[in-house]
């Protein structure tokens, strides 16, 4: 027996996590979108990994570039975050107008992210209609600042007590 989609949807609604842009070099031009599913593998070696549907074009240039980079979202970049979901009417390229510097794999880094993480496929599994890509840390930054959150369906920022 399974759950229906939307109480399955309902109950991760609970669940907070934070708002990366997965960034790739296609054969067209850099692709991107934004992705919540995103955790640390392993310190030895230095593991992460993301989770994106079959049919996201990003997934297509992570597959011919072999390498991703993960771009953390800081609380002032929720803009970011929604027009890489897809969610800004009339942005056709999610890129236009952003200053992108190329990381170590030639994946595009989002200007003032809270952090980038660069990597290269490690291993990846098909998981339902998405793909868990595993990639193995090639570099690594960050800066200080809070980050943006996702819960319940909407955009956050931590409170501090």
């Known amino acids: 027996m399974s759950i229906s ?50 049919g996201a074009s990003t997934l297509a240039a992570i597959d011919a570039s072999n390498a991703f980079a993960v771009n953390l979202l800081a609380a002032d970049q929720v803009e970011l975050g929604r027009r890489f979901a897809g969610l800004l009417p009339g942005v056709t390229n999610r890129f236009d107008g952003i200053a992108t510097t190329q990381a170590v794999t030639g994946s595009p880094l989002v200007p003032e992210a809270l952090a980038v993480i660069d990597c290269r496929v490690w291993r990846s599994l098909d998981a339902g209609d998405h793909r868990i890509v595993i990639g193995e840390v090639v570099y690594a930054s960050a800066r200080e600042g809070a980050p943006v959150l996702y819960h319940d369906r909407g955009w956050r920022r931590l409170a501090r007590d």
Do not use: I, K, N
Request: charged share 10%; proline share 6%.
């Open 5 to 54: 989609h939307e109480t399955y949807r309902q109950v991760l609604a609970h669940w907070a996590s934070g708002v990366t842009v997965v960034t790739s070099r296609g054969a067209g031009g850099p692709e991107g979108l934004t992705v919540s599913s995103f955790a640390s593998v392993s310190l030895d070696p230095p593991l992460v990994l993301v989770c994106v549907h079959h």
